[in-house]
């Protein structure tokens, strides 16, 4: 989802949705006077070429809505160099309507792509499409059970179950409304169910889905606050749920702590305005340390006793959207996603001091990464 643009538009009202239309089309106007970044794309590899994706992270790019403009940006942890659309130079065909989010497993890469209702699966040696799995109900994020099956969260009333041998949805799991995040713990499925896509906040019953995935069935849920969008899970295994309050600032957002095992709330921290949108909640890789956005990138020990006053990184002029932790040295990664229409701007910063380590070129509105590739623990700046 277009987070930022989608709050923008409900809490302004349609007067302001008209002149946001009209600040796009000035802005597409003004695409080639951008300044650039400083790590330009490298020619990509001939269609039908091998390449091989490792030592490396994929940005995926939402592009604009109904645009079908969607792409995967691939960035070397060896030398730092970007290849763009990189989808498409591989299959020469788009990758579909907003590009959600992506996973990888054995060798596969999974792109979970929103408004066309797909996820693509791709060879991670060329990307090269080898089946676009359909039936999806707008779909968020992939999950795997284990090497023979995943969940697909949806924006519309279920979670499909993939086969992942057929890539087939062999079931779905009726929910109340539209999932998004989840997690893996033991033999259950953790997932952050909003509610119904098409109420107000107020009417929404927002709720953490516990789910047995040896059986396919939602077993349990925990209560939590207005629209939970992230999940991630500590080093004493104990889940942070961030709620942003809801799109049309119905309650203040709150970061959730809980107890899987008991499925109960221990600590519950509000923020201090529902003016504020929190989002993108992430953990380091010795899970004790949170980051979310909320205007700058904000971190948080797992032992604080409340949200930080002030961003470890500002703003400063920034419009961040996406975030990530690199999964092995920790450094923080975020995008701007500028004006939505032209191309993005993606940053490494070090999680020590927030410093700025390096910057890249990426496709139409970044909205996350994928890290699934890499082989060492290199930094590149």
């Not at 792409?71 to 020469?92: C, K, M, R, Y």
């Amino acid at each position: 989802m277009q987070q930022h643009l989608r709050r923008h538009i409900f809490r302004n009202g349609f007067s302001n949705l008209v002149h946001f239309s009209i600040l796009l089309i000035v802005a597409s106007l003004l695409i080639s006077c951008a300044k650039d970044p400083i790590r330009e794309e490298t020619n990509p590899p001939p269609i039908g070429t091998s390449s091989t994706y490792n030592d490396g992270f994929f940005i995926i790019n939402e592009g604009n809505f109904n645009w079908g403009n969607s792409s995967v940006t691939f960035i070397s942890e060896l030398d730092g160099s970007v290849q763009q659309e990189i989808f498409q130079n591989a299959n020469n065909s788009r990758l579909g309507d907003v590009a959600q989010s992506m996973k990888i497993l054995n060798g596969r890469g999974y792109i979970v792509v929103n408004n066309s209702s797909t996820v693509e699966v791709v060879d991670l040696k060329t990307f090269t499409s080898i089946k676009s799995i359909e039936g999806f109900n707008s779909p968020r994020y992939i999950e795997f059970i284990d090497s023979n099956k995943a969940y697909v969260t949806n924006l519309h009333g279920d979670i499909s179950v993939v086969d992942l041998n057929s890539l087939t949805i062999t079931k779905t799991i009726k929910t109340p409304e539209w999932t998004e995040g989840m997690i893996k713990y033991q033999h259950y499925m953790l997932v952050t169910c909003i509610g119904s896509f098409n109420e107000p906040s107020s009417k929404r019953k927002a709720k953490l889905l516990i789910i047995d995935s040896r059986e396919d069935r939602i077993i349990d849920s925990i209560q939590t606050g207005k629209e939970p969008l992230g999940i991630v899970i500590d080093k004493k295994l104990k889940l942070w749920v961030l709620c942003s309050g809801g799109w049309d600032g119905f309650e203040p957002p709150a970061l959730i702590r809980i107890n899987p095992d008991l499925r109960e709330i221990e600590k519950a921290f509000t923020f201090t305005s529902t003016s504020e949108t929190p989002s993108r909640l992430n953990i380091n890789p010795t899970g004790d340390t949170l980051y979310f956005l909320n205007n700058g990138i904000y971190q948080m020990s797992v032992t604080d006793t409340g949200i930080p006053a002030s961003p470890f990184i500002p703003a400063s002029g920034k419009l961040f959207y996406g975030l990530a932790i690199h999964p092995i040295d920790g450094t923080i990664f975020a995008t701007d996603a500028i004006d939505y229409v032209q191309n993005g701007v993606a940053f490494q910063f070090s999680s020590s001091i927030g410093t700025q380590l390096d910057t890249w070129t990426t496709g139409r509105i970044p909205g996350s990464f994928c890290f699934g590739t890499i082989q060492n623990s290199k930094r590149l700046h």
